[in-house]
């Protein structure tokens, strides 16, 4: 998902498109290990370069082809149509994510993603969600998300299972084609239907 207020030009490496093989793999449980490690280190710094260059709210690891259990997540504070006024999350990373509780109550609402470039999907998925991860520095955390949060989580964590939003979209009419408009447009670049390149969505 993503929000980006200019299109950056820096290098970055190319986000996988959805006909990747590498999407549909169970990525690894990052070892112990690892943690506080410069491996660890540099692969969130790929990663979070991929998600600020190409515009995404999160990214999970396999986006860029490495195949380990990491998702990035910067939410700003705006508003999102089937969200309203969405609360700032700050740029953090977890580290072996698991979902371990879903409330009952279910909201549908259109999600994009950095993998799937210029189309978006109604999908419906818990309104709120626990997690347990890990800081990269090895710190346990448990979290309770709801609104955005919890949609973005669980679009990231998706990716580590390899699956990617269209698979979770139940009616083929429900995926549709989105167009970049400018994000100065006072009326389009207020209507989240519409991809902006710059400002967009994409989980
Ligand atoms: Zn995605």
Same mark, same amino acid.
């Given at each position: 998902?993503?929000?980006?207020?200019?299109?950056?030009?820096?290098?970055?490496?190319?986000?996988?498109?959805?006909?990747?093989?590498?999407?549909?793999?169970?990525? *690894?449980?990052?070892?112990?290990?690892?943690?506080?490690?410069?491996?660890?280190?540099?692969?969130?710094?790929?990663?979070?370069?991929?998600?600020?260059?190409?515009?995404?709210?999160?990214? *999970? *690891?396999?986006?860029?082809?490495?195949?380990?259990?990491?998702?990035?997540?910067?939410?700003?504070?705006?508003?999102?149509?089937?969200?309203?006024?969405?609360?700032?999350?700050?740029?953090?990373?977890?580290?072996?994510?698991?979902?371990?509780?879903?409330?009952?109550?279910?909201?549908?609402?259109?999600?994009?993603?950095?993998?799937?470039?210029?189309?978006?999907?109604?999908? =419906?998925?818990?309104?709120?969600?626990?997690? =347990? *991860?890990?800081?990269?520095?090895?710190?346990?955390?448990?979290?309770?998300?709801?609104?955005?949060?919890?949609?973005?989580?669980?679009?990231?964590?998706?990716?580590?299972?390899?699956?990617?939003?269209?698979?979770?979209?139940?009616?083929?009419?429900?995926?549709?084609?989105?167009?970049?408009?400018? =994000?100065?447009?006072?009326?389009?670049?207020?209507?989240?239907?519409?991809?902006?390149?710059?400002?967009?969505?994409?989980?």
């Amino acid at each position: 998902m993503s929000h980006q207020t200019k299109v950056k030009t820096e290098a970055a490496e190319p986000v996988l498109q959805y006909t990747d093989a590498r999407l549909r793999q169970v990525s *690894a449980v990052v070892p112990e290990t690892a943690f506080e490690g410069e491996k660890l280190r540099s692969w969130i710094e790929r990663l979070n370069q991929s998600r600020k260059v190409y515009g995404g709210i999160g990214i *999970a *690891a396999p986006q860029i082809g490495i195949l380990q259990r990491i998702v990035v997540i910067d939410i700003p504070a705006y508003e999102r149509v089937g969200f309203g006024q969405v609360e700032a999350v700050p740029l953090h990373t977890l580290v072996n994510p698991e979902i371990i509780w879903y409330s009952e109550d279910k909201l549908k609402v259109a999600e994009g993603c950095l993998s799937v470039r210029g189309y978006e999907g109604f999908v =419906v998925r818990p309104r709120r969600i626990r997690v =347990v *991860a890990f800081s990269p520095e090895g710190k346990r955390l448990e979290i309770e998300a709801d609104s955005l949060y919890a949609r973005c989580l669980q679009h990231e964590i998706d990716h580590l299972d390899g699956m990617l939003y269209p698979d979770r979209v139940t009616l083929l009419r429900e995926i549709r084609k989105i167009q970049p408009v400018s =994000v100065d447009d006072p009326i389009l670049s207020h209507n989240h239907y519409i991809a902006r390149p710059d400002v967009t969505l994409v989980l």
